[in-house]
């Protein structure tokens, strides 16, 4: 496994993503922010956590917000509900208790994504913890790709924020970039960034510059992990 991405301002970061027709919000705290690539290992939950939390202590030095990958532990894509919940976890179950003492040890804010466990439901979800090792909420994603459409319920969460000292940070999971609804929400609420955990399938292009595009207007940044 690597790490991807490091360190940036979130003032820099917001730059990036604004466009002359939506200028970036002034802020007078910087937010350093880390984005770390994993590839889990599917069937060893074991030596997936072991690999996902020795980056996240490397990546949590010196940052303020760390987001890992979606369903960052089990890997992605199960072929039925069964397959699923074999892994699926509680909100404070295993993989929540060792980010906590990460995001507390380090004092940054976590958001990482896991299949949640609901007892009726299963969703594709992310912890955001907060630097007190506290789990703030859990989001849900909204609008399901493919790949999770024989085990994921879709989310009822709604889209939702976190508060910072440098300000208001918001939550999606990959294929939720695709919902209208989403994007036209981060135009209005204007957050200083997207925490986006994916987990991107294989393909022959990569999706920088489609969602480079799909976040031009929103003057917010996108902090992806995949």
């Known amino acids: 496994p690597t790490q991807r991405g490091n360190h940036i301002t979130g003032h820099r970061a917001i730059q990036r993503s604004g466009s002359p027709q939506s200028a970036p919000l002034s802020y007078k705290v910087d937010m350093r922010v880390t984005a770390i690539q994993y ?31 979606e369903m960052a532990v089990t890997g992605y894509a199960f072929e ?10 509680a909100p404070e179950g295993p993989t929540f208790e060792a980010l906590s003492k990460i995001a507390r040890r380090h004092r940054c804010w976590i958001v990482s994504g896991f299949p949640e466990d609901a007892g009726e439901h299963l969703y594709n979800s992310a912890h955001v913890i907060d630097p007190h090792g506290e789990l703030v909420f859990v989001y849900r994603k909204t609008l399901l790709y493919e790949a999770d459409l024989p ?14 000292s440098a300000g208001s940070f918001a939550v999606g999971i990959c294929m939720d970039l695709n919902d209208d ?19 991107w399938i294989d393909q022959e292009h990569t999706p920088w510059d489609y969602w480079a595009w799909r976040m031009i207007d929103t003057g917010t940044a996108l902090v992806a992990a995949i």
């Not at 039925?80 to 976890?89: L, Y």
Request: aromatic share 6%; hydrophobic share 45%.
């Open 39 to 69: 590839k889990a290992i599917k069937g060893d939950h074991e030596a997936s956590l072991a690999g996902l939390v020795a980056l996240a202590e490397q990546g949590a030095q010196e940052t303020d917000l760390l987001v890992l990958p």
């Open 181 to 199: 609804e989403l994007i036209c929400w981060l135009a209005e609420r204007r957050p200083r960034a997207l925490a986006f955990p994916t987990n």
């Open 80 to 89: 039925s509900v069964e397959a699923a919940r074999s892994v699926a976890e």
């Open 151 to 164: 085990w994921a319920s879709p989310g009822d969460s709604g889209w939702r924020t976190f508060e910072t």
